[in-house]
């Protein structure tokens, strides 16, 4: 060992000296780990080259590894007196009795001891700092009793024992094919999806998105269902969406669907008329329109409507279904089948205005002689004509004049009120033919003498109704009254300006 031979030096009167380099080669393990980070430090300052400055040894040229003890003993001066064991310049001992703790040939210095790098003692960093990377373990997985990589949850297990309550033998089974299954849809909930498809089509009018819109929904066993359903939508709205309805078929004609697709959803609702009528009771005419439409449309061949008895008979359908048949039947019957595009009328903006008004006449002299309001709020309706609902107003009024008659009055106040508190006209139709009424009245005057006296009283009806604004109030003509020969004006009626001269 090395402090024993650097006793034995020291008891031998120091006459060997140890050489530098065989000094060097000789440090201790905690100098040679700490990379010659190790400082000797003398308290006292006294003696050789420990006079109060640090001291560095050198390099290792030696590659022997010698492991000493890492903890340096501080050793108190026996005496007051300067001690004979301190270093000479050579670094060697000097004196009988060597410090058993002389390392590298540094000697403690009376009342002084050698203090190592104390930083080193509370260190964390790991005493094989040599030979590994300083990297996490694992690549961050952690060690024992932890819970592994980020991510390594989601992996599946690579063995699973067969004695775990959780283990699933048909889950774990490695022969499994894995198919795409297409869940089949009902006939109902296809048309809880298509219903709103055909109402969002009354809006736009565009057939080519709603192909579009049934190529994502639809399946084969349902393409026979869309004609059914769309007819069936349609006879619960106007004639102008039965018209929609009519071209929609027709477009739907060899794309979306087939002729023998469009026969089956004529079957279809052929059958289930006894149901359809209970909400709709002009069913099997509408029905008919539309198989008409659709063999003039060539959707569907001639013989399909034109059916014997025995046929008939065959088929087992009802009344109501033969009645269809008959109605499609009459309407083929003509060789020309160029009606059948009107087959569901003129839309209400398409239709000239000389014809609204007759039918607007026709809604009034009608309610005239049954006094029934619902009924006439209907026809109004039908007639898709919100934006020419003051030419009715106008006609009302001026079929009021005519009469001459106060019941006539009593029942046009009432419907004009009830059309105002459902708001089938709105107040601006109200107020714009009451005032093309005020205009007229130099026309309407020379036909009926009193309609000045008759407009003032149904004007007066019409406010306790509680439904005419202020400004009908306050534009209501009045004529100027009629002067006598006695006042001098030989009575004629004066102009509303008079001229400079006069």
Same mark, same amino acid.
């Given at each position: =060992? ?24 000789? /440090? ?5 780990? @700490? ?28 590659? &022997?590894?010698? &492991? ?80 592994? @990589? ?22 774990? +089974?490695?022969?499994? #094919?894995?198919?795409?299954?297409? !869940? ?7 048309? %809880? ?13 565009? !057939? ?36 929609? !309805? ?17 026969? %089956? ?12 009528? *209970? +909400? ?10 539309? =198989?008409?439409?659709?063999? $003039?449309? +060539?959707?569907?061949?001639? %013989? ?52 609204? !008004? %007759?039918? =607007? ?14 009924? $006439? ?5 039908? *007639? ?16 009021? *004049? ?11 106040? #009432? ?15 109200? /107020? ?7 205009? +007229? ?22 406010? &306790? ?38």
């Amino acid at each position: =060992m090395e402090i024993e031979s650097n006793n034995k030096r020291a008891t031998n009167g120091g006459r060997h000296s140890t050489p530098p380099a065989e000094s060097d080669s000789k /440090e201790s393990s905690v100098e040679r780990e @700490l990379n010659g980070e190790i400082e000797a430090v003398e308290l006292n300052g006294s003696g050789g080259h420990s006079n109060g400055h640090i001291k560095k040894p050198l390099p290792v040229e030696d590659g &022997r590894i010698k &492991r000493k003890a890492k903890r340096l003993i501080q050793r108190q001066n026996s005496g007051s007196g300067g001690s004979p064991n301190q270093t000479n310049g050579n670094g060697s001992t000097s004196g009988a009795s060597a410090s058993p703790l002389a390392i590298n040939g540094i000697l403690p210095s009376p009342g002084g001891y050698v203090v190592p790098h104390r930083r080193w003692k509370n260190s964390r960093r790991s005493r094989n700092f040599n030979r590994n990377r300083g990297l996490p373990k694992k690549g961050g997985g952690g060690g024992k009793g932890v819970w592994g @990589l980020p991510g390594s949850e989601a992996l599946a297990e690579v063995y699973e024992d067969e004695n775990d309550p959780n283990y699933d033998s048909e889950c774990n +089974d490695r022969n499994v #094919e894995l198919r795409e299954v297409i !869940t089949e849809i009902t006939p109902e909930e296809f048309f %809880k999806m298509a219903e709103p498809i055909v109402l969002e089509y009354y809006e736009h009018g565009d !057939t080519h998105e709603v192909a579009r819109s049934f190529d994502e929904i639809l399946q084969g066993p349902l393409r026979e269902r869309v004609t059914s359903i769309v007819v069936e939508i349609a006879m619960d709205h106007k004639d102008s969406q039965r018209e929609m !309805t009519s071209v929609l078929i027709s477009d739907l004609y060899g794309r979306v669907i087939t002729g023998k697709d469009i026969e %089956k959803g004529f079957n279809l609702l052929l059958a289930n008329l006894p149901d359809l009528i *209970l +909400d709709t009771p002009e069913a099997p005419i509408m029905l008919g329109n539309f =198989m008409a439409r659709a063999v $003039a449309d +060539d959707c569907i061949p001639p %013989k399909f409507v034109v059916k014997t008895e025995e046929e008939l008979l065959s088929l087992k359908l009802g009344e109501h279904a033969e009645q269809a048949l008959r109605r499609a039947d009459s309407l083929l019957h003509k060789q020309v089948w160029a009606h059948l595009d009107n087959v569901w009328g003129m839309g209400g903006p398409l239709r000239p205005v000389k014809t609204i !008004t %007759k039918q =607007m006449e026709l809604l009034l002299k009608e309610y005239i002689s049954s006094r029934d309001v619902a009924e $006439a709020q209907r026809c109004l309706r039908a *007639l898709e004509v919100p934006h020419y609902h003051h030419e009715l107003i106008y006609e009302a009024i001026v079929m009021t *004049l005519e009469s001459l008659n106060q019941t006539t009055e009593e029942a046009m106040c #009432e419907l004009l009120k009830q059309l105002d508190l459902t708001c089938v006209v709105l107040p601006a139709g109200m /107020e714009q033919g009451f005032m093309r009424v005020f205009d +007229d009245m130099a026309d309407i005057v020379l036909d009926v003498p009193l309609a000045y006296i008759i407009l003032d009283r149904f004007v007066e009806r019409c406010n &306790r109704a509680g439904f005419l604004t202020d400004k009908i109030i306050n534009n209501v003509p009045s004529r100027g009254r009629k002067r006598f020969v006695s006042e001098g004006d030989g009575g004629h009626v004066k102009p509303a300006t008079l001229s400079l001269r006069d």
